[in-house]
């Protein structure tokens, strides 16, 4: 795909939205992503996510072995999970405020992914519903289906919902997104205001594949020392956003590593990470993060020893019992 294969008033609606250099930018490595798929491009070297035919060998082996079924059994159960963070220059007015996170849900992925959120979410109660990317299944390619996903998901989100766009994402999602009510933060930040007091939440775009991430941007219009969270597909600029002084990290992409070992070791971890930022809950310097194993799967829709996860982040102000 290239800017002309496009129309052009969702081309002029990404300009106006992004700004022209990001959206060309943006178009022209989707375009680049559909000739060249696997080899040499983004953060690794290889990108397996881009290959049917790594998928297409993985589910034939698992089908000989008869554990097929078993691992999409197994990928529609989601946890739901509750982790609580102490945040010292958290508002006051903040203290107990809970937030809905959803990562890699890869909507088309199987016509039971977006049944098996729903399911999930429609009973939580939270403030925020933050999607930390990879809404497609494939890399590339046509974006209607996940759309389409997105679209039934939406109905059982409370407002407000902020997102940010993963590897697997097209930018031409972006207007039919924002149409549903999600705002989605582009190396852009949103203010929260709760009784007179003001929480960020600041969201870059993919620094796994596209490499259009853009913190310094992205925080140009925030005060100083202001307490501020991120939203990142992927944890890899871990180290950025600690010394930018974010309080947290939110992110996804790894899914934990989908197919791991007993005991939860990844078999591979698709990131250029220390394995300790894999999955859950982690801290870096004075920044804490947290590392979704993502609500759906990549390549193939199978989990082993690593369940998917629908978290409900809750936020408390100060430091944390017995820390100084």
Not at 96 to 112: A, E, T, V, W, Y
Not at 175 to 198: C, D, H, T
């Amino acid at each position: 795909m290239n800017t002309r294969s496009i129309d052009a008033a969702t081309l002029e609606a990404l300009s106006t939205r992004l700004g022209p250099v990001h959206a060309r930018q943006r178009l022209g490595i989707e375009d680049e992503k559909n000739r060249q798929v696997l080899l040499g491009r983004g953060a690794n070297f290889l990108h397996l996510e881009h290959s049917s035919a790594v998928a297409g060998v993985i589910r034939g082996l698992l089908r000989l072995s008869g554990m097929y079924s078993r691992g999409r059994r197994n990928a529609l159960a989601l946890d739901v999970r509750e982790p609580e963070f102490h945040l010292p220059r958290l508002p006051k007015a903040f203290d107990g405020f809970r937030i809905l996170h959803l990562s890699d849900l890869h909507l088309d992925m199987s016509p039971d992914a977006v049944p098996a959120v729903i399911e999930r979410v429609r009973a939580l109660d939270y403030d925020l519903c933050v999607l930390t990317g990879d809404y497609r299944a494939r890399t590339h390619g046509a974006i209607e289906d996940a759309v389409d996903g997105m679209r039934r998901l939406r109905t059982h989100l409370r407002d407000p919902v902020y997102a940010v766009l993963g590897n697997h994402d097209s930018i031409r999602m972006v207007p039919a997104f924002e149409a549903m009510g999600i705002r989605m933060l582009l190396n852009e930040a949103a203010v929260l205001q709760r009784e007179g007091a003001a929480l960020h939440l600041v969201g870059v775009d993919d620094a796994h594949y596209f490499r259009m991430d853009n913190i310094e941007k992205a925080v140009a219009g925030l005060p100083e020392a202001a307490p501020a969270i991120l939203l990142s597909h992927t944890p890899e600029i871990y180290r950025q956003a600690t010394h930018a002084g974010f309080d947290l990290f939110l992110c996804g992409h790894t899914h934990g590593g989908q197919i791991c070992l007993p005991g939860g070791v990844p078999v591979i971890l698709e990131a250029r990470i220390p394995r300790r930022l894999g999955r859950g809950a982690w801290r870096h310097g004075d920044m804490q993060g947290y590392t979704s194993t993502g609500a759906g799967t990549s390549i193939v829709d199978v989990r082993f020893n690593c369940p998917g996860e629908i978290t409900v982040h809750r936020l408390r102000a100060g430091r944390a019992p017995g820390r100084q």
